[in-house]
């Protein structure tokens, strides 16, 4: 489809939704990416949603490849928001946290299963049962505590340890529920001073802030350079009202940190450049792909955004990211970010290397539905693309061997290919039989289509026919030479 095609159909199908627009995007092949109409629906949900100021963005394979700012960041002096405008993101931080947690644990310093008490003694009285595990994934029995969580930010550290010591009362068993807890994550961050020997913020800042660049990001919101702080607003009796700053403090570790569009953006990046994997690569790595393995149990969300009556989620927290299977978007992380004074939201697609992540400064006004929305425009009009999976030469000389069996229509010959259980699962008689009536019913067929690759060993096809589509699939077994161990072919008729 060409571009102004591309364009009238997104833009028709933009028109036939009043209320909420569509978006339209071009293909990723085109250099000039014309991102307008996504622009328009976020400046129109902030519009909506009483926003003074925002900053979205989009990255893709490593790069910012597009970035809007809009609105004010302070009322007053109607200060535009620029992409290095800073917000607090609020629990986006959480991320940053889950992320330190796990780097201490594949540095051997910590396991997820040892009880809180191990690293945090002021718990050992009333923490019995309770893992650094546990709170990470939000299964500690602790109370679901937004907003009590948000106004406990500039907590001095010595207050916290008399919480510490003086416990709190749990809302269920601890491991028996999901619950979201903010107190869970400030503890974390207890746990990461105590195990690093270093000042939580300090470690963050040591490994993940000034090893990406990150210099316009910090926990203390005081620091933030004069006229770059998007201050923090209330929408409430139909008028603004201006948040107080809270300094950083003890629960920073569940909310605190302060970054920009352009900084977070390096972030988003980061955590992109875990996928896809690799046999030899960086430690790192597998550090952040750990951050969606969750514990628990699972648990139902709605689908954020227009969509969200067409599918639910079924989504369990990991370390700072909440890891889901979407209808339309494949699997995906997410988190989003509300505090006084702020609302945020990111979504990642890691196998199309892509995130989007929006901020603004408007309490608790979260962008969740623009950001999804965006990603659903963008994955149909297909500039969201899972990335293709190299095959292997197994796979090569698989797939060669499964186009001799269709063209010879049976398997005979081909026995060193074929794995010990394949003539087990079906004879050469009975493939025979099978791949005849198949031909016979489709008619001639290309099968020079490429294989697409699954996995190292598993790969899927499809072949044009006369008469229809031949849908096929080769899984290897795992023997030292290439054997298949199932092999398909099933026929998708022509209406």
């Not at 028996?176 to 807890?181: F, H």
Request: neutral net charge; hydrophobic residues 40%; glycine residues 12%.
């Amino acid at each position: 489809m060409n571009r102004s095609a591309f364009h009238a159909a997104l833009l028709a199908l933009a028109s036939a939704a009043v209320s909420t627009p569509a978006f339209a995007a071009v293909p990723a092949t085109e250099q000039d990416t014309d991102f307008a109409v996504l622009d328009g629906s976020f400046a129109k949900w902030m519009d909506e949603a009483h926003v003074p100021g925002l900053v979205w963005g989009i990255v893709k394979d490593g790069k910012l490849v597009h970035v809007k700012a809009m609105g004010v960041q302070e009322l007053d002096a109607r200060s535009p928001v620029t992409p290095d405008t800073a917000f607090r993101i609020a629990s986006m931080t959480k991320a940053f946290t889950g992320y330190s947690i796990l780097k201490l644990r594949d540095e051997g310093r910590l396991r997820l299963d040892d009880p809180v008490g191990k690293y945090v003694p002021q718990t050992k009285g009333w923490a019995e049962g309770i893992t650094v595990g546990d709170l990470l994934h939000h299964t500690a029995g602790f109370v679901t505590d937004d907003p009590w969580g948000d106004r406990q930010q500039p907590l001095p550290e010595a207050e916290f340890t008399r919480m510490l010591e003086n416990g709190v009362p749990f809302s269920t068993a601890p491991g028996t529920r999901y619950e979201y807890s903010n107190f869970g994550y400030a503890l974390l961050g207890r746990i990461v001073t105590n195990v690093s020997k270093q000042d939580y913020a300090s470690r963050v800042d040591a490994t993940v802030l000034k090893p990406l660049g990150m210099a316009s990001t910090r926990y203390e919101v005081r620091n933030v350079p004069a006229g770059k702080l998007a201050m923090g607003y209330r929408w409430e009796n139909d008028a603004w009202s201006p948040e107080p700053v809270m300094p950083h403090g003890a629960f920073g570790a569940m909310g605190g940190l302060v970054t920009t569009g352009n900084d977070y953006a390096k972030w988003v990046g980061f955590l992109l450049s875990a996928w896809p994997a690799s046999e030899s690569e960086a430690a790192n790595r597998k550090t952040v792909r750990a951050m969606q393995y969750g514990g628990g149990m699972l648990h139902g969300r709605r689908r954020p955004g227009r969509e969200g009556d067409s599918c639910r989620l079924s989504a369990i927290y990991g370390a700072g990211l909440v890891a889901a299977n979407d209808c339309v978007l494949g699997n995906v992380l997410f988190h989003g970010g509300g505090f006084p004074g702020y609302g945020s939201h990111v979504l990642l697609m890691p196998e199309a290397g892509v995130g989007i992540f929006a901020l603004t400064n408007r309490t608790y006004a979260g962008p969740t539905a623009p950001v999804w929305d965006a990603a659903t425009a963008l994955s149909r009009s297909g500039y969201v693309v899972n990335r293709p999976v190299p095959a292997t030469p197994a796979l090569d000389t698989a797939y060669a061997a499964a186009k001799r069996i269709w063209a010879a229509g049976g398997v005979e010959g081909e026995g060193r290919f074929l794995a010990m259980n394949f003539a087990m699962d079906r004879s050469d008689a009975n493939w025979r039989t099978y791949l005849a009536g198949l031909s016979a019913k489709s008619g001639g067929c290309d099968s020079n289509a490429t294989l697409i690759a699954t996995g190292n060993l598993s790969g899927r096809f499809s072949w044009v026919c006369a008469k229809g589509t031949i849908e096929g699939n080769v899984l290897l077994a795992p023997t030292p030479t290439p054997q298949i161990q199932a092999l398909g072919f099933q026929l998708t008729p022509k209406p």
